[in-house]
T-cell receptor, first 114, second 111 residues
Framework: AQTVTQSQPEMSVQEAETVTLSCTYDTSESDYYLFWYKQPPSRQMILVIRQEAYKQQNATENRFSVNFQKAAKSFSLKISDSQLGDAAMYFCAYSIQGAQKLVFGQGTRLTINP | DSGVTQTPKHLITATGQRVTLRCSPRSGDLSVYWYQQSLDQGLQFLIHYYNGEERAKGNILERFSAQQFPDLHSELNLSSLELGDSALYFC??????????FGDGTRLSIL
């Protein structure tokens, strides 16, 4: 069974600094997707970034980028120039290509210090 | 706004009761997914429907059932409710091989 592990229950960073959230996963599949979702206090689930496993290039979305290490089954999220609005619970998630159900990690609560 | 609409936003009921949660997917999305978010279990996949047909089941209790209608909206029915069913229930929708977009969730409280 596929599993996703986020080993950092909580992280904090100073505003304007850079922070990296860690995620590892376990799968025997070769084609899959990895995601980071953000859940602010409003409880919405917001897609931050997606990575296709067959792509070697790391995905980026503005201040958000990932470090995808397929052999190590590692998928970390880097947030640059942290802003107060980035404060949220961040979930790493996995899906098999075509199956699409998401398997989530336990989440990392990110606090931004002004 | 994700384009996925869930109603109601909040639901308070008692043990033993039955409730129905409703989800309207984004325009053009044929897939609907239901997830449960609880403090002890985290985010768990419940069930996936594609164009009216069940595609996959996750950790969904027998007391729970779902369906997707011809207009693609979906309903999640929860019966014989227990205190442990208190949770945030999310619906998400997607197109083929596209990321899932989530609704705002229905917070269910069992008293």
């Amino acid at each position: 069974a596929q599993t996703v592990t986020q080993s950092q229950p909580e992280m904090s960073v100073q505003e304007a600094e850079t922070v990296t959230l860690s995620c590892t996963y376990d799968t025997s599949e070769s084609d899959y997707y990895l995601f980071w979702y953000k859940q602010p206090p409003s409880r919405q689930m917001i897609l931050v970034i997606r990575q296709e496993a067959y792509k070697q290039q790391n995905a980026t979305e503005n201040r958000f980028s990932v470090n995808f290490q397929k052999a190590a089954k590692s998928f970390s999220l880097k947030i640059s120039d942290s802003q107060l609005g980035d404060a949220a619970m961040y979930f790493c998630a996995y899906s098999i290509q075509g199956a699409q159900k998401l398997v989530f990690g336990q989440g990392t609560r990110l606090t931004i210090n002004p | 706004d994700s384009g996925v609409t869930q109603t109601p936003k909040h639901l308070i009921t008692a043990t033993g009761q039955r409730v129905t949660l409703r989800c309207s997917p984004r325009s053009g999305d044929l897939s609907v997914y239901w997830y449960q978010q609880s403090l002890d279990q985290g985010l768990q996949f419940l069930i996936h429907y594609y164009n009216g047909e069940e595609r996959a089941k996750g950790n969904i209790l027998e007391r729970f059932s779902a369906q997707q209608f011809p207009d693609l909206h979906s309903e999640l029915n929860l019966s014989s409710l227990e205190l442990g069913d208190s949770a945030l229930y999310f619906c998400a929708s997607s197109s083929e091989n596209q990321p899932q977009h989530f609704g705002d969730g229905t917070r269910l409280s069992i008293l």
